[in-house]
């Protein structure tokens, strides 16, 4: 993988042009709608781990979202106009919660694309899991077989 | 005659889809699908029953919207002749320009729907203005269903529905029945092949052996590794 998902810690400055324009076409929402992603913008976090990941946002009401990548269910990719403009995607990541919206929707990286795949290849299905290294179970039975064969041997 | 009007035609779509790639940056390749060495890809369009699908509504709208719109305008020239007679190519602009884009629209919606599978996974690109793709893998679909309306039956196509687990109605959150799709599902629409594809992502989900819902394939259960020491378990004692 090219990306370095753990280096992501802030979105991308073009999410706020893009949240300025949004914010703007809602005509006079806009006194309302600005500042509130304006906010959003200015205290959104990112961190992603080796086997998770969580944002977090917000001034008055703070959110704060943590998944693990192998929960993930399915990921959706969404662009639109002017997200392809600034090279931006809304990555909306599922669980398999009660709710119909995504759990997270990752705004604001700029190779949206190559998050994807990286989350990707880290949830379940996407790679062979074959065997456990420390299964325990395992370890035992294959215990109980070599003893046994030592004692049919002697 | 007629030939060089699919030629004009043909000209002016690829002017659009030129349009489009480079100022609405719409992708003309089908996604792609990280995979593993040896693994290989697939990827396909609706079939062209869907094409003629789409178009056969389209042509039952455009008569039925355009003949009301014929009615309004015969009233009005009826009733009032002046006003009737000004107001036909105002009309004639409402009968006729949304057909034209309805009917573009139509085109660009099947050229820029892609579905692309690998041996773990399948990816879904649909969509123009706003372009969405969803990723499932087959570890996590929980059903497949497929349906097929009359209209469809005729043309020979069926959709697909992959539901993965989690719950939620589409639309349920008021949020216009249009824009909030259901995010716990891919659809695969328009295709010929149902059966292949079917038993083809069913292979799939039976080889899975985990409930789809995140857990450690190898802790839900015995794995294969488990059932080939209990065996030679069996045997060691059998042979003693």
């Known amino acids: 993988m090219d990306l370095d998902a753990r280096k992501i810690e802030r979105p991308h400055p073009s999410l706020l042009k893009y949240y300025a324009i949004i914010s703007l076409l809602t005509g006079p929402g806009f006194l309302v709608e600005f500042p509130r992603l304006f906010f959003k913008y200015e205290t959104l976090k990112y961190r992603f781990e080796d086997d998770g990941m969580s944002m977090s946002w917000g001034v008055l009401f703070r959110h704060e979202i943590n998944l693990t990548y192998r929960r993930i269910q399915d990921i959706h990719l969404s662009r639109n106009i002017i997200q392809r403009w600034f090279g931006l995607a809304t990555v909306a990541v599922q669980t398999a919660s009660g709710s119909a919206g995504p759990e997270m929707k990752i705004e604001g990286i700029l190779e949206p694309e190559k998050l994807r795949d990286y989350l990707y290849t880290r949830m379940r299905g996407a790679r062979e899991v074959d065997e456990h290294p420390q299964d325990e179970a395992l370890a035992l039975l294959r215990e109980i077989r070599d003893l046994l064969r030592a004692k049919g041997q002697s | 005659m007629s030939r060089r009007v699919e030629e004009a035609t043909l000209w002016m779509y690829r002017g659009i889809w030129g349009v489009l790639t480079r100022w609405f940056r719409v992708p003309s390749e089908p996604p792609s699908l990280p995979v593993g060495a040896g693994e290989q890809v697939r990827s396909f369009r609706p079939a062209n029953g869907f094409l003629r699908y789409l178009k056969f509504k389209f042509w039952m709208a455009l008569v039925i919207i355009d003949l009301a719109i014929l009615a309004a305008w015969s009233a009005l020239l009826i009733v009032f002749p002046v006003i009737g007679f000004l107001l036909a190519p105002v009309a004639f602009a409402i009968a006729v320009l949304p057909d034209v884009v309805a009917y573009v629209a139509i085109h660009l919606r099947y050229d820029t729907t892609w579905y ?121 004692l059998q042979t003693h």
Do not use: C
């Open chain 2, 116 to 236: 692309v599978f690998s041996d773990r996974s399948l990816r879904i690109r649909r969509g123009i203005w706003v372009i969405h793709e969803t990723t499932i893998t087959f570890e996590n679909i929980q059903n497949v269903s497929v349906n097929s309306g009359p209209l469809e039956r005729f043309f020979g196509i069926s959709n697909v529905t992959l539901d993965t687990a989690g719950g939620g109605q589409s639309g349920s959150k008021g949020e216009g029945s249009k824009s909030a799709t259901n995010y716990h599902q891919g659809m695969i629409e328009g295709i010929d092949n149902v059966h292949e594809i079917r038993t083809l992502i069913l292979n799939r989900v039976r080889h899975s052996r985990s409930a789809g819902l995140g857990d450690e394939a190898g802790s839900a259960g015995w794995s294969p590794a488990h059932v080939e020491v209990l065996r030679e378990i069996r045997d060691e």
